[in-house]
């Protein structure tokens, strides 16, 4: 059995990815999010058994909710054996076309620390069970907005999100490079552009200034998430990947 954990999985990827490793039997899945109290949660613990499915109640932003997650888990038979993959997919996305000079400032500070401090934190607290498990993987669901070379022509679009996916991709790369000598794997990974809440924002402007890029479903991102985080091997630590196994520049 491997053992995953996601944030973020009451909606959109998150979920899409919970779903997806549920249809393996082979898999046990921890999905948190700052509410389980939804429909979508309700519906899986109807459908699989307490041996595979767990949610779990946690706000990667509050230090304490993330001490208490890992209190219950580190006690927790599920994982018994450690934790094979740690998914950092919780995101946000304020402030899509804001420019540089009408950002709110606060909330772009908000984003940065998001995407680089928060997952810093949660990942430094599930270390013990990730190092105590066989796969041993960190995952790190960034963007292509991240991208010195692909975010360029894209102007006025998602300036404070790239700067903070820039930002957990350089924590993705640097972390990569010293979790390999624990034997630990890690990935930064594009999961597309798909039909979710922050995708959706960008309908117009993407079918104004970039037609021919093709939306995705949430089932096919998730899917390929998890192929390129299974075939993750230690060789290939550190790298940017995106949802179909290629790698993208930096």
């Known amino acids: 059995m491997s053992a995953w954990l996601i944030t973020g999985s009451s909606r959109g990827v998150g979920l899409g990815i919970v779903h997806y490793l ?10 948190t999010a700052r509410s389980i109290d939804g429909q979508a949660f309700k519906d899986l613990e109807l459908k699989y058994p307490k041996t595979r499915f767990q949610p779990v109640q946690l706000d990667i932003t509050d ?14 038979p599920l994982l018994a054996d450690g934790l094979d993959y740690l ?3 919780a995101g946000i996305h304020p402030q899509p076309f804001a420019t540089f000079e009408t950002l709110d400032l606060e909330a772009f500070q908000e984003e940065v620390l998001f995407n680089t401090v928060v997952p810093v934190r949660l990942t430094r ?10 796969e041993k993987k960190v995952i790190f669901i960034t963007s292509v907005m991240g991208s ?3 975010t360029w022509p894209l102007v006025n679009e998602c300036n404070s999100y790239s700067v903070g996916k820039a930002a957990l991709n350089m924590v993705a790369r640097k972390w990569g490079a010293s979790l390999k000598y624990d034997g630990i794997s ?6 597309g552009w798909v039909k979710t809440e922050i995708g959706d924002a960008l309908l117009q402007w993407m079918g104004e200034n970039a037609p021919q890029v093709s939306q995705l479903g949430v089932e096919e991102s998730a899917a390929g998430v998890v192929k390129v985080s299974e075939d ?8 940017f990947w995106n949802y179909d196994g290629t790698t993208l520049p930096w």
Do not use: D, M, Q
């Open 148 to 150: 010195f070379e692909r």
């Open 186 to 191: 890690v990935a930064a990974i594009h999961p």
């Open 232 to 239: 993750l091997i230690l060789e290939k630590t550190g790298e």
């Open 22 to 31: 549920l249809k393996n039997e082979g898999n046990v899945v921890i999905a």
């Open 125 to 134: 607290a599930f270390l013990p069970l990730i190092k105590k498990s066989r």
């Open 63 to 76: 230090p304490e909710s993330v001490a208490n997650a890992v209190s219950l888990l580190t006690t927790s």
């Open 87 to 89: 998914v950092n997919n």
